[in-house]
């Protein structure tokens, strides 16, 4: 069965109160909305192969030779699914006396657990309890290092340029499914960069309104989207590690091509949804699923690191 968004899967569940869930999680941050999900029924892990071509004599040959053999070049890759949910408690007295409020109790966790999640799709650390995020696979496997391109080596982070922004896209197969993620501050830098350009950068930048009508920046076409929560809040860490020796805080900007064979998430069984009484005149909603991040080749996803977050 194909990959399809977790918006479209929730058409499937069993009950209201599953797709209900899976569509107030899907829908609140596009990262969540945009990424494919391929589903695997049992296993605490995915496995799956990075596959390259050992360079060999292919295409052509002079009369009386032979080709030089060439292999497929396998590396494995694992990634171990995580443990996201919530778990609602509500006093039996007030399920009684304000029957209204629950479900906006439980609105509010499933809203918690998708800012969680989509922060840790780009900055999980793969620990014992989070995702292995983009950005962490980059750092980790080494046919994914090119995939970073530093603004600058200074401590503290560097403006980018046009030209390192143009090297961030250059790095990922763009497609229709391409899109560029980041926090208020990296976008503001790049629209104040594009006004000091201002020929460069009416060809670069543009404006206009995304699906559902909000005006959005485009970047050589590419769709930005600025990641914030409901109090305006960003979603991405505006203070890593500079990259340079001299120390200091920076951000990142990310650039992700979604799809079965591109970046996606993986799941395996169905979102797990329970009620229970538990013994201290509380009812208690649990909700829970299995997720893992995968880039399946290095070119779906890219990081400008290094950025300057000065005024953040």
Request: hydrophobic letters at 35%; proline letters at 4%.
């Amino acid at each position: 069965m194909a990959a399809v968004s977790l918006l479209e899967a929730s058409k499937g569940q069993p009950t209201e109160q599953q797709r209900a869930i899976i569509q107030t999680y899907a829908s609140s941050y596009h990262p969540l909305m945009m990424a494919p999900v391929v589903n695997q029924d049992k296993g605490i892990s995915r496995d799956w192969n990075i596959n390259g071509y050992l360079p060999g004599k292919v295409g052509n040959r002079a009369p009386g030779s032979d080709f030089t053999s060439t292999k497929v070049l396998k590396v494995p890759m694992k990634e171990v699914y995580k443990i996201y949910g919530a778990k609602t408690e509500i006093d039996s007295y007030v399920a009684a006396a304000m029957p209204s409020e629950i479900p906006y109790q439980k609105e509010a966790d499933i809203l918690m657990t998708a800012l969680l999640t989509t922060q840790h799709m780009f900055q999980g650390t793969g620990a014992s309890n989070d995702m292995r995020g983009f950005r962490q696979m980059i750092s980790d496997v080494s046919e994914y290092s090119g995939q970073n391109v530093a603004s600058g080596a200074t401590g503290g982070g560097d403006l980018p340029t046009l030209l390192k922004m143009d090297e961030f896209v250059d790095v990922v197969n763009v497609t229709d499914q391409t899109f560029i993620y980041s926090s208020r501050i990296n976008r503001r830098y790049i629209s104040t960069l594009f006004r000091l350009h201002d020929t460069a950068g009416q060809q670069a930048i543009s404006w206009a309104p995304d699906d559902t009508g909000k005006q959005i920046a485009y970047y050589n076409g590419i769709p930005w989207i600025v990641l914030h929560d409901g109090t305006g809040a960003n979603v991405l860490s505006t203070v890593e590690t500079a990259t340079a020796n001299t120390g200091g805080t920076a951000c990142s900007t990310y650039i992700v091509t979604w799809g079965e064979t591109m970046a996606h998430l993986s799941q395996m069984g169905e979102i797990t949804y329970k009620m229970a009484q538990d013994g201290t005149n509380l009812n208690a909603t649990a909700f829970e699923l299995y997720l893992a991040t995968i880039a399946k080749i290095p070119r779906c996803i890219g990081r400008l690191s290094n950025v300057k977050n000065a005024t953040a």
